[in-house]
């Protein structure tokens, strides 16, 4: 099975080369000014909502200020107007000021294909398009748990996907078990948790030059850890997602005695991918140590504004218990 970084798979000889000249750069102080030129930088507005399948619908819209000139443009909302359509038809919304800069609307939800557009303008920004399609659900697919080591587990997800479309896909996985937690002097105490999440393994993020060292596409997403990929980065149709146990209370290490784990599987939207990647590529910077900033871009589908209107879709396996702490 192949793991696919875009960090990873390209340094070859050629990149080594071209990192160990970038660094001889850094350390002889070589630097590059430029001056942005933001006379005729207008304000914009700022439309925000990953859009669930068979979920309730929130979308938030704002202004975006240049930076040069915060103290003499205001951010408020000046007679805001907006019109959201489901596969061309007007939707009803609730609206919701927060303060004068916010406007987040709120509505009923929306099925897998539905295409959803949005148009929003106001008195000083110019009219701004944004738009996606709820994808459909994760294709059919089976999962094994396997007994790697203590230290780390690898969640095998086969799945059937359409080899003549291109399609986004993404993975969470949460567990349940319990933990033998260190306190202090006294006896360990054993307690249940549940709904916790899993960790990548570290130095997942790390500047990785074997090519087949594990480096996943990993984000934050709403409080866990989403493993992301698109159908062409897997030949085989199958993802490995390795992943570990761990937590902390009050500075002291708990370790897991028993656990079962569940996947919840997400197929995205191409905007969503494409923002989420962004985002991965803005924050994983493997040239942080060297005193580097790698190239990153700023992913959009708001024409005329800044920001992401994405669709997704989930579902959620059975429970798969870890055999690996019965050995």
């Given at each position: 099975?192949?793991?696919?970084?875009?960090?990873?798979?390209?340094?070859?000889?050629?990149?080594?080369?071209?990192?160990?000249?970038?660094?001889?750069?850094?350390?002889?102080?070589?630097?590059?000014t430029f001056d942005l030129d933001q006379k005729d930088v207008q304000p914009m507005?700022?439309?925000?909502?990953?859009?669930?399948?068979?979920?309730?619908?929130?979308?938030?819209?704002?202004?975006?200020?240049?930076?040069?000139?915060?103290?003499?443009?205001?951010?408020?909302?000046?007679?805001?107007?907006?019109?959201?359509?489901?596969n061309g038809v007007e939707v009803d919304c609730d609206e919701s000021m927060k303060?004068?800069?916010?406007?987040?609307?709120?509505?009923?939800?929306?099925?897998?294909?539905?295409?959803?557009?949005?148009?929003?303008?106001?008195?000083?920004?110019?009219?701004?398009?944004?738009?996606?399609?709820?994808?459909?659900?994760?294709?059919?697919?089976?999962?094994?748990?396997?007994?790697?080591?203590?230290?780390?587990?690898?969640?095998?997800?086969?799945?059937?996907?359409?080899?003549?479309?291109?399609?986004?896909?993404?993975?969470?996985?949460?567990?349940?078990?319990?933990?033998?937690?260190?306190?202090?002097?006294?006896?360990?105490?054993?307690?249940?948790v549940t709904g916790q999440m899993i960790y990548p393994p570290s130095g997942y993020?790390?500047?990785?030059?074997?090519?087949?060292?594990?480096?996943?596409?990993?984000?934050?997403?709403?409080?866990?850890?989403?493993?992301?990929?698109?159908?062409?980065?897997?030949?085989?149709?199958?993802?490995?997602?390795?992943?570990?146990?761990?937590?902390?209370?009050?500075?002291?290490?708990?370790?897991?005695?028993?656990?079962?784990?569940?996947?919840?599987?997400?197929?995205?939207?191409?905007?969503?991918?494409?923002?989420?990647?962004?985002?991965?590529?803005?924050?994983?910077?493997?040239?942080?140590?060297?005193?580097?900033?790698?190239?990153?871009?700023?992913?959009?589908?708001?024409?005329?504004?800044?920001?992401?209107?994405?669709?997704?879709?989930?579902?959620?396996?059975?429970?798969?218990?870890?055999?690996?702490?019965?050995?």
């Amino acid at each position: 099975m192949k793991q696919i970084s875009f960090r990873l798979k390209t340094f070859g000889s050629e990149w080594r080369n071209l990192l160990i000249i970038t660094v001889l750069l850094a350390l002889t102080g070589c630097r590059y000014t430029f001056d942005l030129d933001q006379k005729d930088v207008q304000p914009m507005a700022v439309i925000r909502s990953y859009i669930c399948a068979d979920s309730l619908v929130r979308i938030d819209i704002g202004k975006a200020v240049p930076l040069s000139h915060l103290a003499t443009v205001d951010s408020t909302l000046i007679h805001p107007h907006y019109s959201l359509k489901c596969n061309g038809v007007e939707v009803d919304c609730d609206e919701s000021m927060k303060g004068e800069g916010r406007l987040s609307l709120h509505t009923d939800a929306f099925r897998s294909g539905d295409r959803i557009e949005i148009v929003f303008e106001s008195e000083d920004t110019e009219t701004a398009v944004a738009s996606t399609v709820i994808p459909g659900t994760f294709p059919e697919y089976e999962m094994e748990l396997c007994n790697s080591s203590i230290a780390q587990r690898n969640l095998k997800i086969r799945y059937k996907d359409d080899p003549d479309r291109e399609d986004w896909y993404a993975a969470v996985v949460k567990w349940n078990g319990y933990q033998e937690r260190n306190l202090g002097p006294t006896k360990p105490k054993v307690v249940k948790v549940t709904g916790q999440m899993i960790y990548p393994p570290s130095g997942y993020n790390d500047l990785q030059l074997e090519p087949e060292a594990y480096s996943p596409i990993v984000m934050s997403f709403k409080g866990d850890y989403l493993y992301m990929w698109k159908d062409s980065d897997e030949d085989d149709d199958e993802y490995d997602l390795c992943f570990n146990y761990r937590s902390q209370w009050d500075g002291s290490v708990s370790s897991v005695i028993s656990a079962e784990v569940q996947c919840t599987l997400f197929k995205l939207s191409e905007e969503m991918y494409r923002y989420l990647f962004a985002e991965f590529d803005s924050w994983n910077n493997p040239f942080i140590g060297a005193g580097l900033s790698s190239p990153a871009f700023t992913y959009t589908n708001v024409r005329n504004g800044v920001g992401y209107l994405c669709g997704y879709s989930v579902v959620h396996s059975e429970w798969i218990k870890d055999n690996l702490f019965e050995e």
